[in-house]
């Protein structure tokens, strides 16, 4: 049950795009399509904002888009708010009843 | 809207226990699987434990197994997490969390958390 890999870090300016990779391996990313993306402000709880790989909740922006490739996946943000600005973390099934969350990744609207 | 508060954090010494309780409110708590997370200082996100909607299965992180132990009460819409053997290593923000949404594996809305910290 290694955590999943997540650059530590993101940046970009208002208006443009960020992506986030989040890469595991053929047991647990590549394995399945249930990946998940949540998003956390500091001192807050993580809010889920995307599911299935690239399926949206109701309420989350459009902005904010999922996919997946092999045992890699990636949550995009386009269109950069300043509230955007958080951490981010991926999360994948991993089998034998387990999941497993990524490292996590800090967004900053520059 | 959906509410879970949890209760029951605070400071104990290495090998003592602590259990975790969360209120769960404004939803059919009785219907969904229900999830621990823990979250260690300025760390990464770690999924402790699951148990299903009426409590017959239970599964655990590895390094928390045969130390901890997940339960619900369906008639108080509460859920537990019962924490033996503590390690310092188990320092952090535990979460409870809803899986709503059909999947087992997301965490669909989250408590505010209740700090464990494990130290002598």
């Known amino acids: 049950q290694s955590a999943l890999t997540q650059p530590p870090s993101a940046s970009g300016s208002p208006g443009q795009s960020v992506t986030i990779s989040c890469t595991g391996t053929?047991?647990?990313?590549?394995?399945?399509?249930?990946v998940s993306w949540y998003q956390q402000h500091p001192g807050k709880a993580p809010k889920l904002m995307i599911y299935d790989v690239n399926k949206r909740p109701s309420g989350v922006p459009d902005r904010f888009s999922g996919s997946k490739s092999g045992s890699t996946a990636s949550l995009s943000v386009s269109g950069l708010q300043a509230e955007d600005e958080a951490d981010y973390y991926c999360s994948s099934f991993a089998g034998s009843n387990s999941c497993v969350f990524g490292t996590g990744t800090k967004v900053t609207v520059l | 809207q959906v509410q879970l508060v949890e209760s029951g954090g605070g400071v104990v010494q290495p090998g003592r226990s602590l259990r975790l309780s969360c209120a769960a409110s404004?939803?059919?708590?009785?219907?969904?699987?229900m999830h621990w997370v823990r979250q260690a200082p300025g760390k990464g996100l770690e999924w402790v434990a699951i148990i299903s909607n009426d409590g017959t299965n239970e599964f655990y992180l590895d390094s928390v197994r045969g130390r901890f132990t997940i339960s619900r009460d369906n008639s108080k819409n509460t859920l537990y997490l019962q924490m033996n053997s503590l390690r310092t290593e188990d320092t952090a923000v535990y979460y409870c969390?809803?899986?709503?949404?059909?999947?087992?594996?997301?965490?669909?809305?989250w408590g505010q958390g209740a700090l464990v910290t494990v130290s002598s």
């Open positions: 404004r939803f059919t708590f009785s219907a969904y699987p």
């Open positions: 053929s047991s647990d990313v590549g394995a399945y399509n249930f």
């Open positions: 969390a809803t899986a709503m949404s059909g999947n087992w594996w997301y965490f669909d809305y």
